[in-house]
């Protein structure tokens, strides 16, 4: 078993094979040093993996949906690629320029800016956003402020992956300081993610820390996860995963089908992905990104590749293991191949923000080396002391406790004639349609929303996408039982129709399906 460490005393990267009678796991010393220079090497490798990962695996995003993308199927990398999405599709990097979005509060607000800051700058900031990220923003807009704006009771996204994908750069500048990262994770995590949700970020955070101080992939994964709670279900679906990969070392389709077969492919709360096969559930998207790191064996393509093959949100996740990779490399190391195309855009500033790969490189840098001064390291000429954590486990959270999806039915019903509705449960969400004929986009429908008989919220759904209300209603609380729901809808126009879409109910335990 080779291990490779950054250790006390030396400012390279070390090799060492461990010896018959040594520990299996690598010890990283209480002192890690490293030069300046490849701290800023590991820092570029972690920006320009994740773009080029990113980019790798764009054309698939949500293509293959509890399916894999087999291998006959081409993935191309043409000269020119990194700059044409840049000028015909910048949208693909919001896995990027949200990191960016609090990389420059950070920047402009220091180490101890306030969370209210990260959300107001995030809600306000001019880019679409989907899923967690968008409920989340509403919520803020709306009054609802982290951690409340992230918690599964109002916001049903709450398990989503979107604060996996825009995570990294809280271990990018964390460098070795896992626990450190975890607050940061904490602070920003929530604003937008609960439980699962929370737990995805914090992973992909701690695997990043690790990659400044190893480049023993196995011990990455293993010990990024002593930051998560054993008690919940994403540190049971990560084991699994490792432990399928031990039991399947050269076959990383047979661990995909693991993950399918088990209950962590499951979605328990994102509307869309209910017992359908879109899935963009924190548990199953980090399970890729694991895939990719472990059977891609540090081999850049590999790890893309295997996390792109693997479906589901597969520009994020190969992002994630390219930008954890490219830590572990560096960018000095990064083949040539992938590296050509990102030259052009290196000063290019990603859309919606004021912020090159040029620029974030810097910037990463310098919160790393404050980072690291603050957490009890230290800077001596050209080697930088690292301080490095032993992680401690976060509090366990766990969205969705004890409520269980058991029905999904399209109503597709405008609310002018809705009448009611009735089911047997202690939970549901619906969905809505808001269309509009001509320019509506100042358009706010007010909407009552009734759960038998009683007025149980007024929503605001605003026509404008940017700041529009994912779903109008949900409620997780309720009595076991018969219910009924019913809308009122208090200021409609001409040109506006409101369809409640579809309902999912929520029952205290799974639905048990008899072969009759």
Not at 97 to 126: I, Q, W
Request: hydrophobic share 35%; with cysteine.
């Amino acid at each position: 078993m080779k291990a490779n460490l950054l250790y006390t005393g030396s400012i390279l990267v070390l090799s060492s094979l461990l010896s018959c009678n040594a520990p299996k796991t690598p010890v990283v010393p209480e002192t890690v040093e490293i030069t300046k220079e490849q701290l800023q090497d590991k820092i570029k490798g972690g920006w320009a993996g994740q773009t080029i990962g990113c980019t790798f695996g764009g054309p698939t995003e949500f293509r293959y949906c509890s399916t894999m993308m087999q291998e006959y199927i081409p993935i191309t990398w043409e000269d020119g690629c990194i700059k044409w999405y840049y000028d015909n599709a910048p949208g693909l990097y919001d896995d990027v320029y949200m990191d960016l979005t609090f990389v420059d509060v950070f920047d402009r607000l220091g180490l101890d800016a306030p969370v209210d800051s990260f959300a107001m700058a995030y809600a306000n900031a001019s880019y679409m956003l989907w899923h967690a990220n968008q409920s989340g923003r509403y919520n803020i807009l709306n009054g609802i402020m982290p951690p409340e704006s992230g918690h599964w009771l109002n916001n049903p996204h709450a398990d989503d992956l979107d604060f996996q994908i825009e995570a990294d750069f809280a271990g990018l500048m964390s460098p070795g300081m896992i626990n450190s990262a975890a607050e940061i994770s904490d602070k920003i995590g929530h604003i937008m993610n609960y439980g699962d949700g929370w737990y995805g970020g914090l992973y992909v955070a701690a695997m990043y820390t690790l990659a400044f101080v190893s480049n023993d992939i196995e011990y990455i994964v293993n010990e990024a996860l002593k930051v998560i709670p054993e008690e919940s279900k994403y540190y049971k679906a990560m084991s699994d995963v490792i432990a399928w990969h031990k039991k399947y070392p050269d076959d990383w389709k047979a661990t995909w089908f693991e993950i399918e077969k088990s209950k962590w492919a499951e979605d328990l709360g994102c509307p869309e992905g209910i017992f359908a096969p879109f899935n963009i559930d924190a548990t199953v998207n980090s399970a890729y990104i694991l895939v990719g790191l472990l059977y891609g064996q540090g081999d850049f393509y590999k790890t893309m590749e295997i996390s792109t093959r693997c479906g589901q949100d597969s520009d994020c996740n190969p992002a994630s293991a390219a930008g954890i990779l490219g830590t572990i490399l560096g960018y000095s190391n990064i083949p040539e191949y992938w590296k050509k195309n990102l030259y052009e855009v290196e000063d290019i500033n990603f859309a919606h923000t004021t912020i090159s790969l040029n620029k974030v490189y810097k910037m990463g840098y310098e919160q790393a080396l404050q980072m690291i001064k603050r957490n009890g390291g230290s800077i001596d000429g050209d080697v930088v002391k690292i301080k490095f954590q032993q992680p401690v486990p976060v509090r366990l959270e766990q969205s969705f406790e004890g409520v269980y999806p058991v029905m999904r039915k399209s109503l597709y019903r405008s609310v002018k004639n809705f009448g009611e509705y009735s089911f047997d449960g202690l939970g549901f969400v619906v969905t809505n349609e808001l269309k509009t004929v001509g320019d509506k986009n100042d358009y706010v429908a007010k909407l009552e929303c009734y759960v038998d008989g009683q007025l149980m919220e007024t929503v605001s759904l605003p026509a404008a996408f940017e700041i529009r209300k994912n779903e109008p209603y949900w409620n997780y609380q309720l009595p076991n039982g018969k219910h009924t729901i019913s809308f009122k809808w208090l200021n409609p126009e001409d040109g506006v129709d409101l369809i409640i879409r579809d309902i999912i109910v929520y029952s205290d335990k799974p639905k048990e399906y008899k072969h009759q």
